[in-house]
């Protein structure tokens, strides 16, 4: 959709009212004052989430107060909100405003104390009716050590999207010197606190770290936000009741963790406390933002378990397979959750909505590795790489995925979604991140064809490249895409993002790459795109 304001406004705004663009933001965050830009998100016809920070001294809560305009200079601005930023949410401040116009762009800032004021943001409401394009930049797995944030510079350069999806690792939980170690740490990307992080406080800390990119501000402060939390906003392989990467004897209870993690998470994203929503853009789409994670997630199943649990590792996976991976009770959005899932589904299909968009954290798609996986890792290959790509094979033998953390380890709860979206005939597309690597593929039921999904490629976590490095990532996606008929395309050795534009015609995505994350370059080095036609409900590559 055209808003009528482009990047010229856009440059007009940074000169003249102090818009965060990324050769204008600052490196390091001020101490004082609004430190960390500004933000929108969950975007409504008629509503928006607005949100920054102001740090102060004390303990006594700072107001500020929210004007907006339709003019990139700020001119015949109007106040709107007021808010406090609290001492007790990291001084994070937050108003939601209504009887905003539909399908409308506007700018704003904050002004606390002392005719302090904050950068200005620019961020546009959903639309009503029957728009003819909407589009989707969608992020996962931004690990600040790893590199730069490269998909958030060019997004905002390349002023293409009307809205900001990032699906989950949007922080990492591990102390200095884990993933990455201190060999592979970018030089200059430092996250605080240095340790792990438990506490609401760590987790502060460690979004102070990350929200100090200057191309992370750029984005939130270039378009409104839709955010899901993914395990790593918590602790690595997060479920309702644990995580891998939590110990309970050292760290204390994981219900304190989790609640630690997920109330940092509302203080510093922009974000109401509603665990999963709907975002209706007109009649040409709903988009459905979802937990896949630890709502009602069941502890995901293990293949390394099941092959130590006896003398027959084969034996061990067959009774995996069939007494707990085919069990029709798994869940993984939970009871709740799902209900009011498939009950809007129905009512959307009702209403006449062409496209109903799964936001979600983990990969759909159906993939497993082929028997012979060892063979990817060349010669030689490290001891815990081999073992892991050897149960893999096995695995796979015996029918069960590489991913039991993915909605692979989860084929019942899959079956009841795509079976739901199969009866009201729905044009679904499933939106993913959590893998690193980038995937196309169709999606069925029954063997009939329900919908596709989107997997994206992480803005800078490595993927299998950084593992199988006797291997050419070419060869590891082909390998891939023969071993699974509904898998269409893969790429499994370049960071990026997805643009996903939706027409009344047809939905297609844009894997862009960027280059290396070690270096500060936010251009794209290729673009592959695919497309799933109206009614169609399956994938064409190119």
């Not at 809205?163 to 200095?176: N, Q, T």
């Not at 130590?308 to 959005?333: F, I, P, T, V, Y």
Request: hydrophobic residues 45%; glycine residues 10%.
């Amino acid at each position: 959709m055209n808003s009528g304001i482009g990047r010229r406004d856009l440059l007009a705004g940074a000169a003249l009212g102090g818009l965060f663009l990324p050769g204008l933001a600052r490196a390091a965050a001020p101490v004082a004052g609004f430190t960390h830009g500004v933000a929108t998100g969950e975007p409504g016809q008629t509503s928006m989430l607005f949100w920054t920070r102001f740090a102060a001294g004390g303990d006594r809560p700072v107001p500020l107060r929210l004007e907006i305009s339709a003019d990139p200079r700020m001119a015949r601005s109007r106040v709107v909100a007021e808010a406090l930023a609290e001492p007790g949410r990291d001084w994070t401040a937050r108003a939601r405003v209504e009887g905003l116009a539909p399908g409308r762009t506007y700018f704003y800032r904050w002004l606390g104390p002392g005719k302090t004021k904050s950068p200005v943001g620019r961020t546009k409401t959903l639309p009503e009716g029957s728009p003819n394009a909407f589009r989707l930049g969608v992020f996962s797995c931004s690990n600040l050590p790893f590199g730069w944030f490269n998909a958030y510079g060019h997004a905002v350069a390349a002023d293409d999207i009307d809205l900001m999806v990032h699906v989950g690792d949007y922080i990492y939980e591990y102390p200095r010197g884990t993933y990455p170690s201190a060999q592979q740490a970018v030089a200059g990307r430092v996250i605080e606190p240095a340790h792990e992080i438990i506490r609401r406080e760590d987790y502060w800390a460690r979004y102070r770290s990350y929200r100090a990119d200057p191309d992370l501000q750029a984005i939130h402060a270039a378009f409104p936000a839709i955010t899901l939390w993914d395990d790593h906003e918590l602790a690595n392989d997060a479920w309702m009741r644990g995580a891998e990467n939590h110990d309970p004897a050292s760290e204390g209870p994981w219900a304190d963790r989790m609640a630690a993690a997920i109330a940092a998470y509302r203080d510093w994203m922009p974000v109401s406390d509603a665990v999963w929503a709907r975002y209706d853009i007109g009649r040409l789409a709903t988009l459905y933002r979802l937990d896949t994670r630890v709502s009602g997630r069941e502890e995901p199943l293990d293949v390394a378990r099941a092959i130590r649990s006896g003398s027959d590792a084969m034996a061990g996976l067959k009774r995996l397979r069939d007494e707990e991976w085919l069990a029709g009770g798994r869940q993984l959005l939970g009871l709740a959750q799902e209900k009011w899932l498939f009950a809007e589904m129905e009512g959307a299909a009702r209403r006449g909505v062409r496209w109903q968009v799964l936001a979600q954290q983990v990969v759909m798609g159906e993939l497993k590795l082929p028997p012979d996986a060892v063979r990817l890792a060349g010669p030689n290959p490290p001891a815990q790489l081999a073992a892991f790509l050897k149960g893999a094979g096995l695995a796979s033998q015996v029918g069960l995925p590489m991913n039991l953390d993915a909605w692979d380890g989860y084929p019942a709860a899959r079956a009841r979604l795509l079976a739901t979206a199969q009866r009201h005939g729905t044009d679904l597309v499933v939106l993913a991140g959590d893998s690193h690597n980038a995937w196309a593929s169709d999606l069925l039921h029954m063997g009939r064809p329900v919908g596709v999904e989107f997997a994206g490629q992480s803005v800078s976590s490595p993927g299998f490249e950084a593992y199988l490095t006797s291997t050419p990532p070419a060869a590891v996606a082909g390998a891939l895409t023969a071993a699974n008929p509904t898998l269409k395309w893969a790429d499994t050795g370049r960071r990026g993002y997805m643009q996903v534009t939706l027409t009344p015609a047809e939905a297609v995505c844009e894997w862009r790459f960027t280059g290396p994350a070690t270096v500060r370059a936010p251009k794209l080095a290729a673009v592959v795109r695919g497309r799933a036609l109206a009614g169609r409900r399956s994938l064409v590559m190119g």
